[in-house]
């Protein structure tokens, strides 16, 4: 782990992906959707400059469902592209449910650059929370990744992750979130735990328009996740 001092000053000037209310004039008309005040490009990414190898693992239905509650969608595929440019040697990994024999979202992910890990869903039980763990932990493991991005606004799971990987990997001492305004739980603001170093937003420039009544994960088709 590093000093608290060298973590303290690596943080930029605060922007917590939280419930910041929207600006006047951007009220959406139709579905109710929550109102954020989004960041327009994709950060920061100022505390992972000196960083050889940085694990990215998503929790793909937080993400997709947090952008459809905003109105908008979140184009893996830009994300991706994003990332890479804003980090040195990305690891892209992407973790979701899905019914048995049915690896559409899979192929579409890797298709976009990720590395897919899918979750059969089992009669009511939806919820990837205990395999997005899992994965971390075993490429943690596997890997010599000196940074983590746990890419969820779950407060609980994104906190339960962040203390295993301070218990249990001690070559990754910077870890982080990455999530979107208005679906980001305070519990993982880096300000208030020691257990998170900094928080990312998912910015508009990773964006677009979302379809209605669709929840889709690229602008390109065919859409992978559908409502």
Request: charged letters at 20%; hydrophobic letters at 45%; glycine letters at 8%.
């Amino acid at each position: 782990m590093h000093p608290a001092s060298s973590i303290h000053s690596l943080k930029p000037p605060v922007r917590f992906p939280g419930n910041r209310p929207a600006p006047e004039g951007r009220a959406r008309s139709g579905r109710q959707h929550r109102h954020a005040d989004i960041a327009p490009t994709t950060g920061p990414f100022g505390a992972f400059h000196d960083r050889a190898r940085v694990l990215i693992v998503a929790d793909v239905e937080n993400i997709a469902y947090g952008g459809r509650d905003l109105g908008v969608a979140v184009d893996f595929g830009k994300l991706a592209d994003r990332l890479r440019t804003a980090l040195l040697n990305p690891a892209l990994h992407a973790v979701f449910s899905a019914p048995p024999r049915d690896d559409r979202v899979g192929q579409f992910l890797s298709a976009l650059g990720w590395t897919p890990y899918q979750r059969e869903i089992v009669g009511r039980h939806t919820n990837a929370d205990i395999a997005i763990g899992f994965h971390a932990a075993a490429l943690l493991a596997r890997t010599n990744a000196d940074a983590c991005v746990v890419a969820t606004g779950d407060g609980g799971l994104a906190l339960d992750i962040a203390q295993g990987i301070r218990a249990a990997f001690a070559h990754c001492s910077l870890i982080g979130t990455m999530s979107l305004a208005g679906s980001t739980s305070r519990l993982i603001d880096s300000r208030n735990t020691r257990h998170i170093d900094v928080n990312l937003e998912i910015g508009r420039d990773v964006m677009h328009a979302a379809m209605p009544d669709r929840l889709d994960i690229s602008s390109v088709a065919p859409t992978a996740l559908a409502s």
